[in-house]
């Protein structure tokens, strides 16, 4: 089955600095890699996804890369600021409707004023 | 609002005993999924279903149980056999054909 490593654990930044969070996978089958941030206390909120047809995304500040090859995608957060001070957690699913997604161990990105 | 809703946010279940954690959608997802979350660690799957009076064991169904009697529903009980309960319960749903997971706020389960 899938396995997801995520890494760093721990990211503390500057504010204005940029943050990069990396997961990799190990089912070559999986082709949907969604990124959570997960405030504390509360449930996971999206914040952006990417498909194995696609190498890289961006939402303003947020962006995605995907490296099928090496099977590695990335979290790319430029400009932080304190309130993107979360968990941050990748995921990797095959692409089919219904099956659930399996989840690194999450990165606690700190960033600090 | 269109959204998951899961109650209680906390509960607290005595030696023995079986609790009921609730999860709630209006999203008319077909898919829904129960997660446990640890300190330090990622999100496993306990059950998922894709469909109504249908479920799948996820990896760590032991000492759980759920039911699918309607679209909107999928409470997950904690049973007696679950030595290790207290954790973080987060309830999820995805529409046909649709791998984006939407979460609720979490229900945290604590053992007297």
């Known amino acids: 089955g899938e396995n997801v490593e995520q890494h760093p654990s721990t990211l503390s930044v500057q504010e204005g600095d940029s943050a990069v969070i990396k997961c990799t996978y190990s089912?070559?089958?999986?082709?949907?890699f969604p990124w959570y941030k997960q405030e504390l206390g509360k449930g996971p909120q999206l914040i952006i996804d990417i498909r194995s047809n696609v190498g890289e995304k961006k939402d303003q500040r947020i962006a995605v890369t995907l490296n099928k090859t090496a099977k590695h995608f990335s979290l790319h957060i430029t400009e932080t600021q304190p309130e993107d001070s979360a968990v941050y957690f990748c995921?990797?699913?095959?692409?089919?409707?219904?099956?659930?997604?399996?989840f690194g161990k999450g990165t606690t990105l700190s960033v600090s004023s | 609002d269109g959204g998951i809703t899961q109650s209680p946010k906390y509960l607290f279940r005595k030696e023995g005993q079986n609790v009921t954690l609730s999860c709630e959608q209006n999203?008319?997802?077909?898919?829904m999924y129960w997660y446990r979350q640890d300190p330090g660690q990622g999100l496993r799957l306990i059950y998922y279903s894709q469909i109504v009076n249908d479920f799948q064991k996820g990896d760590i169904a032991e000492g759980y149980s759920v039911s699918r009697e309607k679209k909107e529903s999928f409470p997950l009980t904690v049973t007696s056999a679950q030595k290790n309960p207290t954790a973080f319960y987060l309830c999820a749903s995805s529409s046909t054909g649709q791998e984006t997971q939407y979460f609720g706020p979490g229900t945290r389960l604590l053992v007297l």
């Open positions: 995921a990797a699913t095959p692409n089919q409707a219904g099956t659930a997604l399996i």
């Open positions: 999203l008319n997802h077909d898919a």
């Open positions: 089912d070559s089958a999986s082709n949907y």
